[in-house]
């Protein structure tokens, strides 16, 4: 009976947390252009457009200046983007990009990545504990030099990547580039109740900016839950010459938030590692309106990344968050987060930076592969949060459900034999 019990018990559980997933929820339609308006391709500037029910996310990544992620939530389905390329050259680029019908706009935030540092990690991979002198000269990633996007995106996967290397005398960079990923994979469906596990046959090696129409989970490791109010960005440095035998990176990222509100930064832990071997950790930068308006955005990732194309466990290197800082912070000069807030943002909203560093202490994987690579998802309203995996509920299940029988079991054993002990002591008395 007992046992019976807990299978019924454990089908229950199994049961809550097939359910508990919703496979494929909000949907959008998403939509990609390439320099609107623009007729050449030396400048990339890229417009993803996700149209919801009532609503539209506007991305707008580009290469002009900083690799800068621009998000804008309207509440319209009809909102267009608006680049006045004259003035985007300009010296004087405010205004430049904008998202119309102005009033439909409710929410919008810029992502950054600005600089690569390069350091010895030797002895310590901490950045705030590495002394000042063992600092290579930053790559400033506003002065790279990127590809054209033109055949690096594909309008059907809804990915594209943006690939750039260091020009002048900042380093030797080799062969090797830095490249920002972005992709969608609309052809992912899961049926209720099926697997998350992705289908096969699906190749995404070659991932890259993403825009999402749907919730699903990634296929490669960190293997990220991504919701349709989302899209992921792969950073990816691959064969970029180190300039010393311990060199680890950092890359630095700075955010924009409108107006009163500020960004925060939150660790969610969990005992689950089923999607993402060996990694217990999630970050996320949420903003936080201040008067509980309910738009916001995140910028999420897994603590870790991975030293190879095709990430397996074994590729694991370590990835460190380190404070927020939110003094002092600038937006670099050249970036399109300038045109579409204004040229003085930073004293009209607030800007946050973060550092992340890659590799360990005893680690060299990025020196015996020289590749690297981290993802994360840019998105509007609440982050994806990951439920149990049926597998840990199964595990916990079990675990809570045996010391259960077992204790049950063992107070009737108890009861029994104590009874039966009484009754065979009384005639001694
Ligand atoms: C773009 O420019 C090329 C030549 O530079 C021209 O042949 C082509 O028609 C132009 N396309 C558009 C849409 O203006
Ligand atoms: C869209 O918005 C209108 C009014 O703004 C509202 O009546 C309608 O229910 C909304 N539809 C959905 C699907 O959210
Ligand atoms: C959006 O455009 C479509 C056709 O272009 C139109 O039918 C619809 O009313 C427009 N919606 C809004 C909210 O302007
Ligand atoms: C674009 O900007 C330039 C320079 O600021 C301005 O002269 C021009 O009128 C603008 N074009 C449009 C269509 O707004
Ligand atoms: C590492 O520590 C050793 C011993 O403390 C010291 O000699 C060496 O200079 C340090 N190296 C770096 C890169 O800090
Ligand atoms: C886009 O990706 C799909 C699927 O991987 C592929 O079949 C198609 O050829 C690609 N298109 C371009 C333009 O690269
Ligand atoms: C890199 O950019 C910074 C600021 O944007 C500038 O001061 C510096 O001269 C640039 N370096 C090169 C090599 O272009
Ligand atoms: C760069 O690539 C070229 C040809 O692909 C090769 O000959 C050269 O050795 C490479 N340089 C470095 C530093 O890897
Ligand atoms: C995505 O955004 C839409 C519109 O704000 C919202 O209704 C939906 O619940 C969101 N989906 C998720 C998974 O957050
Ligand atoms: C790196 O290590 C090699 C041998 O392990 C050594 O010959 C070389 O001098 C080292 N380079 C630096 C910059 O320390
Ligand atoms: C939020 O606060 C600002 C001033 O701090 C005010 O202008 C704005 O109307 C408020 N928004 C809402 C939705 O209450
Ligand atoms: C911010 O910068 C100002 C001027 O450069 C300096 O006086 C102040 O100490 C800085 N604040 C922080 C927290 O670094």
Not at 46 to 62: E, F, P
Request: hydrophobic share 35%; with cysteine.
């Amino acid at each position: 009976m007992l046992v019976e019990r807990s299978c019924v018990f454990l089908l229950l559980l199994w049961l809550v947390g097939t359910l508990a997933r919703d496979p494929v929820g909000y949907r959008r339609k998403v939509s990609l252009e390439y320099n609107p308006g623009l007729n050449i391709s030396s400048v990339n500037l890229l417009h993803i457009r996700a149209v919801g029910n009532n609503d539209t996310i506007h991305y707008v990544w580009s290469t002009i200046g900083a690799p800068t992620a621009l998000l804008v939530y309207t509440r319209s389905q009809n909102s267009t983007l608006h680049v006045n390329w004259t003035k985007l050259f300009s010296p004087a680029p405010s205004g430049a990009v904008h998202v119309e019908p102005t009033d439909s706009v409710l929410y919008s935030t810029a992502v950054i990545f600005s600089k690569v540092f390069e350091y010895n990690g030797a002895n310590t991979s901490d950045l705030f504990k590495v002394p000042a002198d063992q600092f290579y000269p930053t790559y400033n990633l506003a002065n790279f030099t990127w590809e054209s996007l033109g055949d690096k995106m594909n309008k059907t996967t809804l990915t594209a990547t943006f690939r750039g290397a260091a020009s002048g005398p900042e380093g030797t960079f080799g062969n090797g580039s830095i490249s920002f990923q972005n992709s969608g994979e609309k052809l992912m469906q899961y049926g209720a109740g099926t697997s998350e596990k992705a289908p096969c046959g699906k190749d995404s090696s070659q991932n890259m900016v993403t825009a999402y129409e749907e919730n699903s989970r990634d296929a490669r490791l960190p293997r990220l839950l991504h919701t349709a109010n989302c899209s992921k960005v792969n950073f990816v440095m691959s064969g970029v010459a180190p300039r010393g035998n311990h060199s680890r990176f950092a890359l630095e990222i700075v955010t924009v938030e409108e107006r009163e509100g500020r960004k925060q930064l939150e660790s969610i832990r969990s005992i689950d590692d089923e999607y993402t071997p060996t990694i217990f950790e999630m970050a996320q930068l949420v903003s936080v309106p201040r008067n509980h308006s309910t738009t916001s955005s995140f910028l999420q990732w897994k603590t870790t990344a991975y030293s190879s194309q095709h990430a397996e466990r074994a590729d694991t290197i370590h990835c460190q968050y380190y404070p927020l800082q939110t003094t002092n912070c600038t937006v670099p000069r050249s970036s399109i987060a300038h045109a579409y807030f204004g040229e003085d943002l930073e004293s009209h909203h607030a800007i946050a930076a973060i550092n992340i560093s890659f590799g360990s202490e005893d680690g060299e994987a990025y020196e015996e592969k020289r590749y690297l690579s981290w993802s994360a998802l840019i998105g509007f309203g609440e982050p994806p949060k990951d439920t149990f995996s049926t597998l840990v509920i199964a595990i916990l299940a079990v675990g809570l459900g045996t010391p259960v029988v077992l204790l049950v079991g063992g107070s009737i054993a108890a009861f029994v034999s104590r009874k039966k002990r009484y009754s065979e002591y009384e005639p001694i008395n």
